[in-house]
């Protein structure tokens, strides 16, 4: 069946209908909210809380957010948090041991799965999602944790109708059209919305909501917002294959180039969405008796990562940036069959000192922009 023949057209004023709706099927209603100067995901009580006439302003280094004076609620098109955290939660209990009378018991934490909607994924990050489900639900051994937070998701997509200047998802194949992993998928336009199921989960929400048949002119405007949005993408990477191109410059000057800038500061790999290094430790209770095992988000940055008895194989910022982005955009597909990025571009925009990976692959492939630096 052709998508407009399933697509179904939902007015502005109707918005509330679908957080009605879905908090009557029992989920939280999490979104983009505005706090601190950021877009951040939180809790969405009403429409109100959504950042109606908010755009941003994103270059490397640099991140702002203006008001347009329009109506439009999904105009910002991302901040430093993504919906990963919901999945691979950044510090979790595994473990809780306890010791006494000879004997240790050892049980496992795993949450209770919890009904949670997402609203306002973007293209770029439900292809992340979909990479941390590769690495945590797929192979032998599928990550209990990650299985239950994932199982209550239920992810609303808009969209890209717009970019910011640190976009390459065009070059990655993942935007800005939200095309899979979605339950349910919208593109607002002036006067409200072009709504789409993924799943029969969405298309049971949809059949509630009250929506009607999609005029032509709203596909034809739906169809140029996103064609424009596409156009408006600058910043890229090479079509050529950056897994060999890497694999045979492991020794390039750039990697002392841009340890020069970088502060290892891991910013980079606590906004991507599809970074999963994590380190386990123990928490041991006063007494002796009991302790915690806990898993929390870790970055190839930090110095410690790469330390094992008493000697460290990443010892410089040379060595931890060239781990990362070799890991990124090669050794990944080696892994899991496809890229680790997904073009969103959180890492340029929240670099402390504005380094970009695009810019350093041109320097790599000996492009135009061999020579500068961010």
């Not at 599809?274 to 430790?281: G, S, V």
Request: with cysteine; net charge negative; aromatic share 6%.
């Amino acid at each position: 069946m052709p998508e407009e023949a399933t697509a179904r057209w939902l007015q502005r004023e109707d918005l509330p209908r679908l957080l009605d709706g879905l908090r009557e099927r029992g989920y939280r209603v999490l979104g983009p909210v505005l706090r601190d100067g950021a877009l951040v995901l939180d809790e969405v009580r009403s429409v109100s809380d959504l950042p109606a006439g908010w755009r941003d302003v994103q270059q490397p280094a640099h991140y702002r957010l203006e008001q347009s004076g329009g109506a439009r609620l999904f105009d910002v098109v991302n901040g430093p948090t993504s919906p990963k955290s919901l999945v691979f939660a950044p510090r979790e209990p595994l473990l809780q041991i306890a010791f006494g009378d000879g004997e240790l018991d050892a049980r496992p934490t795993i949450p209770e799965p919890q009904r949670i909607a997402v609203l306002g994924v973007r293209a770029c990050d439900l292809a992340a999602l979909a990479m941390q489900d590769r690495i945590f639900l797929e192979d032998r051994y599928p990550d209990p944790y990650y299985a239950a937070r994932r199982s209550g998701l239920l992810l609303i997509g808009v969209s890209c109708t717009r970019s910011v200047s640190t976009c390459f998802c065009t070059s990655m194949g993942t935007g800005p059209e939200v095309t899979a992993g979605h339950d349910l998928a919208l593109t607002e336009l002036e006067d409200g919305f072009v709504v789409r199921a993924g799943t029969p989960a969405g298309q049971e929400i949809l059949q509630e909501l009250p929506t009607a048949a999609v005029d032509p002119r709203a596909f034809a405007e739906e169809r140029r917002a996103l064609e424009e949005c596409a156009r408006g993408i600058e910043r890229r990477l090479e079509p050529q294959d950056p897994r060999e191109l890497l694999y045979a410059n492991l020794e390039h000057p750039r990697w002392d180039d841009v340890a020069e800038r970088c502060l290892s500061c891991g910013n980079c790999t606590m906004v991507c969405p599809t970074c999963f290094c994590h380190d386990q430790r123990d928490e041991p209770s006063l007494d002796g008796r009991h302790s915690l095992r806990v898993r929390e988000w870790d970055s190839c940055f930090n110095r410690d990562h790469g330390q094992i008895r008493g000697y460290n194989f990443r010892p410089g910022i040379r060595d931890r940036y060239r781990q990362w982005l070799v890991h990124k955009l090669a050794s990944w597909i080696d892994q899991f069959g496809s890229s680790g990025c997904v073009g969103c571009g959180r890492c340029i925009t929240w670099c402390p000192v504005g380094i970009d990976l695009t810019e350093e692959l041109a320097a790599i492939r000996g492009g135009p922009d061999s020579g500068g630096g961010a």
